[in-house]
């Protein structure tokens, strides 16, 4: 599966962007789909999950609360609505695909080139 990750942007804190990870293949409901973020000069965090079938996700714990997993498979496409965003939320945001649930990137197989997402004071 190929992955394309977009909708990044420079938004002021407190405002809003969504995040598209688009992906082509016919078998990208078979996935669990994860997104990922690296700030400058740190390790890529885990940001959020969500199962094959949409019906279950989790979260870090610093972005439970105001972002949203979403994904819709007859269109191939996970969504991350991202709200009430701060500073600290400014990173590159990888979207990956997996054979398996979890919040390590080690599990995650494909990943998109990341969309970069600058928050400002």
């Known amino acids: 599966v190929q992955l394309q990750a977009s909708g990044g942007g420079l938004v002021q804190a407190g405002g809003s962007l969504r995040l598209s990870c688009a992906a082509s293949?016919?078998?990208?409901?078979?996935?669990?789909i994860g997104w990922f973020r690296q700030a400058p000069g740190k390790e890529r965090d885990f940001v959020t999950a969500i199962t094959r079938g949409g019906s279950s996700t989790m979260y870090a714990d610093s972005v439970k609360g105001r972002f949203t997993i979403s994904r819709d498979n007859a269109k191939n496409t996970v969504y991350l609505q991202m709200n009430s965003l701060n500073p600290e939320d400014t990173a590159v945001y990888y979207c990956?695909?997996?054979?398996?649930?979890?919040?390590?990137?080690?599990?995650?197989?494909?990943w998109g080139q990341g969309t970069l997402v600058t928050v400002s004071s």
């Open positions: 293949g016919r078998t990208f409901s078979t996935y669990y």
């Open positions: 990956a695909a997996s054979s398996s649930y979890g919040r390590s990137p080690a599990n995650y197989n494909y």
